[in-house]
């Protein structure tokens, strides 16, 4: 199997699972609500209430996040599994591919994260066993 594959997959699955974590603790933290208008007294406070009214929006946020950090384990187990199963390289390489596609709603592991993942996942879909023929020359 062309360890190729196998490196892109992992760098991308463990980029992934650090922005998947870092940006669900930011979110979870406020970090979406508690924006500029927060820190303001007086006759600004109504509005750090009214910003807080964006909770619909930090949960969605949250489960984007998630979505990034199962993203990143999920490739981080194919990348395991393409190396220690090169005859499935089909499974993983899809797999692999298509979960660096949907981490892009997550952020994709900082995105150079999704895209080395599509990366690796492409070249184990493209990888093809050598034949007998060629290992005797």
Sequence with gaps: MSG???????????LMLVSGALSTLWFMSGGFTNGMMNGFGGMMSGYGNMMDGFGVASGFMIGLSFLGLISGVIIIVGALMLNARPAEHLTWGAL?????????AGMGGFWIGAL???AGGAIA???RPRTNI???S
């Design 125 to 127: 879909l493209s990888w």
């Design 96 to 104: 692999i591919l298509v979960f660096s596609i949907i981490s892009f």
């Design 4 to 14: 190729i594959a196998f490196i892109l997959s992992l760098i991308a699955g463990i």
């Design 116 to 118: 080395m993942g599509i």
């Design 134 to 136: 060629e290992t005797r």
